[in-house]
């Protein structure tokens, strides 16, 4: 769910952001990652909030980040990918 709320186009926190960032670092790493689009809809997002010139390990120190990173792992692969499908944002990720 939280991978999802990345290629919303309301706007996200600087916060929200992190937690997402953590989030879509877990998919990248232990799932079939983000397509070109899910690639190029993130750095969207966060060149919207400036954080694009912030290395991800940096962002990664926060807290927020971390437990981004740490639901995801709870929902696993397969349930992030249920949920970005439900969200009809299916196609942004393999």
């Not at 990248?28 to 997002?45: I, R, S």
């Amino acid at each position: 769910m939280l991978l999802l709320t990345t290629f919303s186009a309301k706007a996200l926190s600087p916060n929200e952001m992190l937690v997402i960032v953590g989030a879509v670092k877990y998919y990248n790493e232990n799932c079939a990652g983000l397509t070109h689009a899910g690639v190029k809809k993130m750095n969207k997002g966060l060149k919207r909030f400036d954080m694009n010139k912030t290395p991800i390990n940096v962002l990664e120190r926060n807290p927020m980040a971390l437990s981004g990173y740490q639901t995801a792992q709870k929902f696993g692969c397969n349930g992030t990918k249920q949920q970005a499908q439900k969200a009809g944002y299916g196609q942004y990720i393999n």
